[in-house]
């Protein structure tokens, strides 16, 4: 039977949670891929210059708030826009309205709806993931965890790939904003290559942690990442059969995260110090 959540509303299993998730995923990419084709512009940047986000993200963002808060209005939220909403029932909401703006931006066909719901603080050093949905909405693919409930790719099980060795390994990774960051990512990056099978950068945090869980990546690893950018994905890979973590015996925080076959990920961490990614 699936457990139950606390919460202060009408009792929800993480069933219904999961489900309310899936259907305001879909709404808010359908909404998104019909915004793009009227054209896109930047409208305004955030931690750097290359840090940009659209009208589009703001107004996914809004549509996805507003249907969350009629469906459980006791339930917290925290967006990467800026919406911020104290829980009463426990539970909070945590959400990428476009993971991979720049992709976004760009009409690459590589960027999702995130959507987590965790228990606890929205803190990724202390909070539960509940339920996690990651739509691409161009390609259709849905992503699908509740906790203890396995992980799916249109409703069918997916499963982390079988661990292999270093240098045969997949790698994916993302970059900083900030070109400090990038400078000293370069340098670790250019230690890295010709160690492992290959690299990848694609553009969105939630898909690239759903890639290790479909098999599609061996590893992922990035630093600076947000609670948005993985509350969703991270609950998928576990679920799949992956280790999430941080560095040494933290969680995924703002420094690190690492995600990749619990055979394999130690090895991974140790290259991934030597070299200072
Ligand atoms: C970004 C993407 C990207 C990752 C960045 C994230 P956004 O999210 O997930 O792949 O490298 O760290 O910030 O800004 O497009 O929502």
Redesign the pocket.
């Known amino acids: 039977m699936t457990p139950s959540v606390p919460t202060a509303s009408a009792a929800s299993t993480d069933d219904d949670l999961l489900r309310l998730a899936i259907d305001v995923a879909r709404e808010a990419g359908a909404f998104v891929v019909d915004a793009r084709r009227s054209g896109v512009e930047v409208a305004d940047r955030?931690s750097s210059p290359v840090?940009?986000?659209t009208q589009v993200?703001r107004d996914s963002e809004a549509l996805i708030r507003a249907r969350l808060r009629a469906a459980r209005p006791l339930d917290g939220f925290f967006g990467?826009e800026g919406g911020r909403g104290a829980s009463e029932s426990g539970l909070t909401w945590v959400v990428?309205?476009?993971?991979?703006?720049?992709?976004?931006l760009y009409g690459i066909p590589h960027?999702?709806i995130?959507i987590g719901v965790v228990a606890g603080e929205p803190d990724p050093q202390s909070w539960e993931a509940v339920a996690g949905v990651v739509l691409n909405p161009v390609t259709g693919e849905l992503f699908t965890a509740r906790r203890g409930g396995g992980a799916h790719l249109d409703g069918r099980p997916i499963r982390v790939a079988d661990a292999v060795p270093l240098a045969e390994a997949l790698v994916f990774?993302?970059?900083?904003?900030s070109a400090q960051t990038r400078a000293e990512q370069g340098v670790a990056i250019a230690q890295l290559l010709p160690r492992v099978r290959d690299l990848r950068?694609?553009?969105?945090?939630?898909?690239?942690l759903c890639s290790v869980a479909a098999g599609r990546a061996n590893a992922y690893f990035?630093?600076?990442?947000?609670p948005?950018?993985h509350a969703a994905g991270a609950l998928i890979a576990r679920e799949a059969g992956a280790v999430v973590k941080g560095f040494g015996d933290r969680r995924p925080d703002r420094e690190f995260l690492l995600a990749a076959h619990p055979e394999a990920v130690d090895e991974l961490e140790r290259l991934l110090v030597e070299v200072g990614a």
């Not at 990428?96 to 976004?104: A, E, R, S, W």
């Not at 990035?222 to 947000?226: F, N, P, W």
């Open positions: 955030k840090d940009v986000v993200d990467e990428d309205p476009i993971d991979g703006t720049v992709n976004f960027y999702a995130s990774t993302g970059f900083a904003y950068r694609l553009g969105t945090a939630s898909l690239d990035e630093r600076t990442l947000s948005w950018d």
